[in-house]
C-alpha cells in the first residue's frame, strides 16, 4: 500500500462550552447533525467530512492546547461565504490574500480555536 486510503476527514473538538459549539457549527454555520448522544454531536460539513463535538470533562483547555488546532474549510465563493458569516458571527476578518495563490479570511469559534476560510 503507497498511501492510506481516505473516504473522508473527520475532526473531534473537546468542547468545554459545548452547547454554544453545537449551536454555532450545527445552527450558525448550518452543518447538518450526523450522530448525536450525550455530550455529543457529530456534524457534517461536506460528503465525507465531519466534525465531533464533545463534551469536555475537564475543567481547563481542550487536550493539546487551546489553539493546538485550527480548522480550514475551502468555500468555493469566498466573498459570498463571509458576506454570510459576517451576518451572523462576531469577529469575522477581511479577506487577504497569500502569496502561495490562496484567499482567505479568519475568524473563531467560541473556544477560541481559529478558523480559516479560504478559496485558491
Known amino acids: 500500500m503507497a498511501a492510506l486510503t481516505v473516504e473522508g476527514f473527520h475532526t473531534i473538538l473537546l468542547c468545554r462550552r459545548w452547547e454554544e459549539c453545537v449551536a454555532f457549527y450545527r445552527d450558525l454555520l448550518g452543518f447538518r447533525t450526523v450522530d ?5 454531536v457529530e456534524v457534517e460539513v461536506a460528503p465525507g467530512s465531519h466534525i465531533g463535538l ?5 475543567g481547563g483547555p481542550p ?3 487551546e489553539f493546538a488546532l485550527a480548522l480550514t474549510f475551502r468555500v468555493p465563493d469566498l466573498e459570498k461565504a463571509r458576506a454570510f458569516l459576517a451576518d451572523r ?5 477581511d479577506i487577504i490574500d497569500h502569496p502561495w495563490g490562496a484567499r482567505l479570511f479568519r475568524m ?6 481559529p478558523l480559516e476560510i479560504w478559496t485558491r
Request: hydrophobic share 20%; net charge positive.
Open 36 to 40: 448525536s448522544g450525550p455530550g455529543f
Open 54 to 58: 464533545v463534551r469536555s470533562k475537564r
Open 63 to 65: 487536550a493539546g492546547g
Open 89 to 93: 458571527a462576531p469577529g469575522v476578518g
Open 108 to 113: 473563531q469559534d467560541p473556544e477560541g480555536r
